[in-house]
């Protein structure tokens, strides 16, 4: 059992000299879509998508757990285009084991984001047994969501991103939603016990099960651009998603935010969670992966603190282990169970792993700057994000100041260098972002 304080005797205390920060704005290309419920309303005049949709029918839409900018407006502008058409439309948790694995907290998960059934209009059908609806090759039962396999027709909403333990052509996105997400927390186990590095063939398999076993109409595909920024959204008839992902997947990856740094001593993360990616914070920014992943990505960083959990993760901390140190106040708020379920589910079981414990945020980063080696405190090359998918506004410390002035194309400066602040208890002071920076900037 872990007391509220851990005491531990380190050689020469923690009181290290860490290098003033600077806060820096990253510069990326910023595609963007304007008005979103033209856009799908235009994307509903398709032909290949409107003789898809009948009067009457019943149609179940998939929304999964992963925090995506204006996803209660897209769902709501989906909702609002199939009702114009006649059917009848409903809302599924399209989310494997996520959730806790419960219906109540899966339906709870969608709650979290706006999608509720006062805000859409619609009711909201969560659970967690499925139908089984046919089977691959091998013999491998695919399984569907009770609801959704009851409905006269299916789409599922998701954004398309590199996924954070596997590469291929369809990675993150409408395929793994109807295979991993719509097979609830039994399908998902049933697909991993196959291996996530065969994913880039299996998933598509099941995909293709599910779409001739039922009528799946279309899938609403997603992309971001590196500020968070909604830059695609697309209708995509179940026959193309196969010919279409992997095309919007590119531009996603293009269009992915990161750390313009190719190394790095310290990289400290204010917040990690199933809102921000899959994985907690997402190895395609860090560089790093769980344990056993073949995995070669910028950054280099040495030392990974993540300082808390996010209130939409409900108590799932899975990708925690791919932290170095972690706070008290983040371990206080883990699910063990809703974390377990995930990771579990997965098999990648280093997900759950407990990193060092510090009683403060403080103590966190000491201990990281303390520990790199070959590198002293003054030096350290520490950069500061908010989250893995906030990576607009970073700070850097003093030492990386030269190769920020000499990228003017990737940064501008934002501030003066200031030490990091921290209150009595050893909280680090949020990330000053937008108007707070340059109302202290004066």
Known sequence: MIDEQIEVNIAGGLDVTIPKMVTVRQKFDSPRVGDIPTVVASEFEKPEIRSKVKPGQVIAVGCGSRGINNIAKITKSVIEGLQALGAKPFIFPCMGSHGAATAEGQKEVLEGYGISEANMGVAIRATMDTT????LDDGTPVHMDANAAKADGIVVINRIKPHTSFRGPTESGITKMLAIGIGKIIGAATYHQHGMDVFPTLLPK???VNIKARNVLFGVGIVENAYDQTAVIELIASETIGEREPALQEIAKRNMPRIQFSEIDVL????????ISGAGFDPNVTGRNRRHVDWSSDPLVKKIVVLSLTPESHG?????????????????DMDVGATYANVITSMSLGGAAIPIIMNSDKDA????????????????????????????QIEVSEPMLAEVKANPECFSIMSPARPFVFDRDGTLAPLAHGEDLEAANG
């Open 316 to 332: 799932n901390a899975t990708g925690i282990g791919g932290a170095d140190v972690i706070t008290m106040r983040l371990y206080r």
């Open 206 to 208: 099941v995909r293709d």
């Open 365 to 392: 980063i000491a201990l990281a700057v303390k520990t790199v080696v070959r590198v002293k405190p003054k030096d350290c090359r520490i950069v500061r994000i908010r989250n893995t998918l906030d990576l607009a």
């Open 132 to 135: 089984i609806v046919g089977q």
């Open 268 to 275: 400290v993360i204010e917040e990690m969670g199933k809102n």
